[in-house]
């Protein structure tokens, strides 16, 4: 027991400072990819139920892909692929040119366009739940169509779309594991490095569990709490 204790303490002895490194890249990993992912999100339900075919199709084609392909094949294209193809381009203008991509934005990228593809869908499904009669009310009271889905829509919207992304955060939450195959010093990483060094596998890994599992009951309480909130302002 005490050996345990003096492998997860603080200091130069022990793995804690670099595992709260890596609880730190994890929740800081989430947070970046969760505003971008749901605007593009959002953006591409509005292309889906658009009545410009081009849209339609660009909307499709772009979930389709970022959500048939595997998570992590998705993260080896954006951190290796996008390296090679900017190198290459680079060096068309200086033979020297050495490109490497910040393995965070790779994740963050990656991350993102597959949150966003999931993502897009659950708004789709919100934006077909919300009546037709909703967006003729605003017409009907003189309000333009970016008035009528700021001050109509969206606060309906949210509220229908909130349990669905609220799941996609969890899955968000679990999938920052997969950005320590390219070198990310996030929770998983660092307990894998302490794992071999020590020869204390069990010890680090179930460290590991336990801490995603307290960063899903944190998100639990913390989107329950959300959900109230805003059905308390809908029934006002």
Same mark, same amino acid.
């Given at each position: ?25 994890? &929740? ?17 339900? %509005? ?30 294209? &954006?951190? *290796? ?23 965070? &934005?790779?994740?963050?990228?990656? %991350? ?5 593809? *999931? ?19 605003? *017409? ?71 801490? *995603?599992?307290?960063?899903?009951? %944190? ?18």
């Amino acid at each position: 027991m005490d050996g345990a204790l003096t492998l997860l303490s603080f200091g130069p002895e022990g793995w804690g400072d670099d595992i709260a490194w890596g609880v730190l890249v994890t &929740v800081s990993l989430a947070l970046a990819t969760l505003p971008p992912g749901l605007l593009v999100g959002f953006l591409a339900a %509005l292309a889906k139920q658009s009545r410009e075919p081009s849209l339609r199709l660009a909307g499709n084609i772009y979930t389709t892909i970022f959500r048939g392909l595997p998570d992590l094949l998705t993260l080896f294209l &954006v951190f *290796y692929g996008a390296q090679i193809g900017i190198q290459t381009v680079m060096r068309l203008f200086n033979p020297a040119a050495v490109i490497e991509i910040n393995s965070f &934005v790779a994740g963050m990228i990656a %991350l993102g366009v597959v949150f966003s593809s *999931y993502a897009s869908e659950t708004f789709l499904s919100a934006f077909r739940a919300i009546p037709r009669g909703q967006y003729e009310g605003g *017409y009907a009271i003189g309000l333009t169509n970016t008035q009528t889905m700021r001050l109509v829509i969206l606060p309906q919207l949210i509220r229908i779309a909130l349990p669905g992304l609220g799941n996609l955060w969890m899955i968000l939450l679990k999938d920052t594991a997969l950005v320590s195959v390219i070198g990310l010093s996030d929770i998983l990483r660092q307990t894998g490095i302490a794992a071999r060094v020590t020869k204390e596998a069990f010890l680090f890994f179930g460290v590991a569990t336990l801490l *995603y599992l307290v960063l899903a009951i %944190l998100s639990s309480i913390a989107l329950r709490r959300i959900e109230m909130k805003v059905g308390s302002e809908v029934r006002r």
